[in-house]
């Protein structure tokens, strides 16, 4: 049993711009653009989006700054300026980091207390402002979904909340806005899309082929795409294909009533939590150990599967060679086709916090309750194993 419902309406394709003032009018006159170091004003996004805010005769409010793995003091200062000016609107103009701030300023700025109380405290959700999303890189699926990610590197925590308040009312996704992400972000984003895939794929499911086909359809396009991006970074179909998978991989859609505990994404958190790297990069490096890690008996047949549906591996009585020779494909997509690094020691990383994050990716339970149950020493085996 679920219930399906995603409020966030989507403007999709070149020229949707356009419509940005007047939606952006439709819910008051002062809003409040949030953006990252800077992007937007090289590419001229910026210049556009407040030339159609100012053509509806939007008040513009500012706050920019907003780092990659967004950090709460950041998100203090965007809720200061709401309180102050009464903003009517957030909007946020960037990626997953600059819409995850947005989403926390947009909640935190109808409370009186501190922002990461939310998640620390539990506190409830009750209110926030209307959020508007222009997006600029396809990976999180945070234009379209209920989640957003913070760090507090004060106790070295980066943490998710999900509340339906934090679906933006409106996203704006013109795929021609990726044309300036460069070879790097587009592979990390690309891993980000497929991570989201895979994790609710490869997990314990109730038999529903509609869904699994659907996802394998997904993972297709994302190894279809992704290396024409990275050479044609100007390839509008491309670039269309990964935008639009990467909202609806994780919009909910794809859960049907199996929604249940992610693995690599809780391992992942604690890298870009404690060591500040691309989210997508330690996906990357994270997921193939995982895949080898929970390859078992029980795990085999959906293993099987996607080496069959998803990477042309030809059909064969040894389902065990078959499902290694998938996990091979994915390791070869990430590491040789998106040329992104294959270990954690080559981005600095040594054991030295394994232990301590470790514990943390399991959480208040004491362990991931994931495809494989996964207790502190098993994500201990995985870090170990991506070093
Ligand atoms: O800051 P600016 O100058 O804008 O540059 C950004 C940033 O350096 C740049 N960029 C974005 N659009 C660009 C561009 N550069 C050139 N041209 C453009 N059009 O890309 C860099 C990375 O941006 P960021 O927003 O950090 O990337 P991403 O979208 O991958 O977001 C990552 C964050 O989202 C969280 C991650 O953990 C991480 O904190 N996630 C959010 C989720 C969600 N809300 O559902 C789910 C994900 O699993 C993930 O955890
Ligand atoms: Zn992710």
């Known amino acids: ?21 007047n939606v952006a009018k439709s819910y008051g006159k002062r809003i409040l653009l949030v953006y990252g170091g800077g992007s937007i004003k090289k590419t001229g996004v910026y210049d556009s989006v407040c030339g159609y805010l100012k053509k509806s005769g939007m008040e513009i409010f500012e706050c920019s700054g907003i780092e990659p793995n967004p950090k709460v003091e950041s998100v203090r200062k965007g809720i200061e300026i709401c309180k102050q000016n009464k903003i ?41 402002l209307p959020l508007l999303c222009v997006l600029t890189i396809s990976a999180t699926g945070s ?90 970074p100007e390839n509008y179909e491309a670039r269309a294909n990964l935008m639009w998978t990467s909202s609806w991989a994780i919009n909910g ?8 505990p992610w693995s690599c994404h809780a ?8 060591y500040d790297i691309t989210h997508g990069l330690g996906l990357a490096i994270l997921t193939p150990h995982w895949m080898e890690y929970v390859l078992s008996e029980e795990t085999l047949p959906k293993f099987y599967d996607f080496a069959v549906n998803v990477c042309g591996i030809p059909k064969t009585e040894d389902k065990l060679k078959a499902a290694k020779q998938g996990i091979e494909y994915v390791k070869n997509f990430f590491f040789n086709q998106l040329e992104l690094k294959n270990s954690l020691s080559a981005i600095g990383i040594d054991d030295k916090n394994f232990e301590m994050m470790a514990k943390k990716a399991c959480g208040a339970n004491g362990f991931i309750n994931g495809w494989k149950k996964l207790y502190p020493e098993d994500v201990c085996n995985i870090y170990q194993a991506s070093l």
């Open 1 to 21: 049993m679920f219930t399906y419902h995603i409020p966030t309406k989507v403007y999709f394709g070149k020229g949707q711009l356009e419509n940005l003032g």
């Open 88 to 128: 009517d609107v957030v909007l946020a103009v960037g990626g997953g980091s600059v819409m995850d701030a947005s989403k926390f300023i947009s909640i935190g700025s109808c409370v009186d207390f501190d922002v990461w109380d939310f998640i620390s405290k539990k506190l409830p959700v009750e209110k926030a």
């Open 143 to 232: 234009e379209m979904d209920n989640t957003a990610v913070l760090n507090n590197s004060a106790t070295q925590d980066k943490l998710a909340l999900i509340n339906d308040k934090l679906f933006p009312v409106a996203s704006f996704c013109d795929p021609a806005l990726t044309y300036s992400v460069g070879k790097y972000q587009t592979a990390c984003g690309s891993a980000d899309i497929l991570s989201h895939l895979f994790e609710v794929y490869f997990n314990f499911n109730q038999d529903l082929y509609m869904l699994d086909t659907q996802m394998e359809g997904m993972m297709k396009t994302v190894f279809k795409y992704a290396p024409v991006a990275l050479k044609e």
């Open 253 to 260: 859609y794809i859960y049907g009533c199996n929604k249940k």
């Open 267 to 274: 391992m992942e958190h604690q890298l870009s939590g404690v």
